[in-house]
């Protein structure tokens, strides 16, 4: 048996994933709501194909409870903060969970953290936690860490198809895992150390805020000089080794905004490029704001009230709104002491935000200029209710004539 510890993004997917594929599963999370909510038979956050694997999970006899459970192998999926003035990580959270862990345990059971961490987390916290407790690593307790690679939005298509990679103190015990994981797993999993496999998830997402940094700021240069980025971006990328990304309004999400701090809080005098580029991320949804009191004034509105935001999540078609551009961006705004901005957006069905609506056309009435925070579907099949309405569209998606961009 499998006892999955966490059940928020990567843990539910991952659990169910297991169960639906012959995994004897238990998931076990300290918040009760949640697994009530489970219990019930629903799931807790929306995905495409995930109330499907959830039905295929409970026939399979997935079970849900708040503690945790005396069996062989643990996936530890907990969240993975980090300190917004050291930029280190915070592995309280995962310390947490292996402490509960070995109060249950037999002797030899594995845990696998799944948790994305920084390189050396496992060695300068979660080692110590396990010997100071009287454990003996490699007897007592086997470690492993089996970073997630999955996106909101594509989680069920790439849990079963990218590539998975799995660092073990023993060769032996990687492979035992890597069966667990084959049983849905259809990529190459990659067993190796467990400081090449921290370190590796943090280079792939280090590598994406990289480029996007390089984006946004060849946008800002363009539109310093008056140039048409996107122009300049698709001529570029007719060259055979160059792929520019599109420049956007800020970075969400609990990877690309937050993995590549680990780096430059590790090596601060080392990692000069990765700083530089969260910097510019950072800084992105300000730099949209000041765009729209910009635009405000050319075009002679007075009160931002009359201004809306579309889109309040991390990226296009999910209900995740974890670090999104539009919250850092309110977050700036209220600094400043402005009204704020009316928000809108079909994924989110509750309040999160002041001046938030619900209903798209109430939204667009209330508004003269929208600014396009996010590419969901929904928008790009309603240009025509956008007829009319001032808009500063930051990915280069809105058709309409006299589009302001970033």
Known sequence: MVNVI?????????????????????????????????????TTFKEDGLDELFQDALKAGI????????????????????????KKVDACYVVAAVKEVMRVCPKGATVVVESTVSPGTIDHFVRPVIEENGFVIGEDINLVHAPERIIPGNMVYELLHNNRTIGADDRAIGEKVKEYYASFCQGEIVVTDIRSAEMSKVVENTFRAVNIAFANELARICRHDNMDVYEIIKICNMHPRVNILQPGPGVGGHCISVDPWFLVGD???????????????????EYVLNRIYEIMEKEGITDNRKVGLYGLT?????????????????????????????????????????????????????????VIMVKHDQIKQNWDKLKGKVILDCHNICPLEGVYHI
Do not use: W
């Not at 966490?6 to 599963?25: D, F, K, R, W």
């Not at 005098?269 to 949804?285: G, Y």
């Open 6 to 42: 966490g059940l928020g993004y990567i843990g539910l997917p991952t659990a169910l994933m297991m169960a639906s594929h012959g995994v004897e599963v238990v998931g076990t999370d300290y918040n009760k709501d949640l697994v009530a909510t489970l219990n019930a038979g629903h």
């Open 267 to 285: 090596y601060p005098r080392l990692a000069k490029v990765i700083d530089e580029s969260m910097k510019t991320n950072d800084s992105q949804p």
């Open 314 to 370: 991390y990226k296009e078609n999910v209900d995740d709104y974890r670090e999104s551009p539009t919250l850092q961006m309110l977050e700036s705004q209220e600094r400043h002491l402005a009204r704020p901005l009316k928000c809108y957006d079909p994924f989110i069905k509750q309040d999160i935000v002041k001046n938030q609506f619900h209903d798209f056309d109430e939204f667009l009435n209330d508004v003269d200029l929208v």
């Open 63 to 86: 079970k849900f409870t708040t503690e945790y459970q005396k069996t062989d192998m643990y996936i530890v999926s907990v969240p993975t903060p980090y300190d917004k003035f050291s």
